[in-house]
């Protein structure tokens, strides 16, 4: 409904343009060939004056008028025998007097002076010409606007369709947001709400009781990470978190993070690599680093950190040891609240460290090793 909306409103809007450009247009047009009528019964008149008593050929239609005794004499030839005194008479009083009138289907007009003594002279010029250059410039001005209003129209339709699938896709891409954010909540929730049912649901031991509690914990602290997770993405999407960059050395900070994150049964180290000097964001690329680290310490057995240069571009491999992605979902591991695996939490930290790297003008890459786990390839452009 909407996009039918726009059409009709950028029609109109352009309809709206366009007549008031051809009215004017043609408005000039009519002042154009009435003014040339006028300068063309002013250039009878005066040839009558000075010219009409020499040896030349006289104006066509105009007559000298006697407008007190009510006669009148053809200057020169007359196709036309309309009732003149009516047209003289007001040049006594007004000394000019011009009028446009209808005779035998044709429109005419008439051009009157008073030159003394009640005498009048009279040409009249056929509108014909004029009228037909008039109707012309009608029809150009309608079919201008006709067809600007049917352009702007395709126009609008061609652009709203161009802008609907997006449009879709962002709300479909919303929709399943708020339903997987509400799914990701629910399921702690359902904990919290069935461990402390069972807690208070009749008298138990303090070790029951300390073990319903450990579960509601243990739920907390899920539904905790989902909604800080997802208020970080939410964050970055809304472009509240841009980078603030600075020169930063990616290799030791690669080994900060390696030494920095801990998960029990997993070994997490870094290889030492080459110096990469790039421009960045400490904190956020640190988050960036951090969240893969902690996805792949999450199903496997050791995780390894390398750095090493690719061209003017700074790359680091995050490899792990694990089973790897599921070969259907490695597309989409960087899309929210999708997992590789049935590890993980909510889904959001590959999203985060994507859009992350988005803002620093790099890219991620997830793939899978020939043999056994994953590997996680993050580019940044080099300083």
Partial sequence: ????????????????????????WYSDVIDDERNITVDYAEGEVREILYHWREDTEP?????????????????????????????????????TFTEEFDFLGDRWFSYAVHVGDQQVLLSLIDRGPQDDAIRRAAWIAALSTIGLAIAAGAVSYWWTGREAPAVQ??????????ADAAHELRTPLAIIQASSGHALSRERTNDEYRESLEEILHATERAGASVSALLEFARLEAGQAQPRKAPLRLD?????????????????????????????????????????????????????????????????DVIDDGPGFDEQMLPHVFERFRRGDQSGTAGLGLAIARTIVDLHQGTCEATNNADQGAKLTIRLPVA
Avoid: C, Y
């Fill in 1 to 24: 409904m909407n996009r039918w909306i726009k059409i009709a409103a950028a029609t109109l809007t352009v309809s709206v343009l366009a007549g008031g450009a051809a009215f004017a």
């Fill in 59 to 95: 104006p066509r239609n105009s007559w000298q008028i006697n407008v007190r005794d009510g006669w009148s004499d053809p200057v020169g030839e007359t196709d036309v025998e309309p009732q003149i005194l009516p047209l003289a008479e007001p040049a006594v009083e007004f000394g």
């Fill in 169 to 178: 896709r962002a709300h479909s891409v919303n929709r399943d947001f708020i």
């Fill in 252 to 316: 030791l900070l690669v080994e900060e993070v390696a030494a920095g994150v801990r998960v029990d049964g997993t070994v997490i180290e870094a290889d030492p690599g080459d110096a990469v000097v790039v421009d960045a964001d400490d904190a956020l690329i640190r988050q960036v680093l951090d969240n893969i680290v902690r996805n792949a310490a999450a199903r496997a057995g050791k995780v390894v950190l390398t750095t090493r240069f690719e061209g003017q571009t700074a790359v680091v």
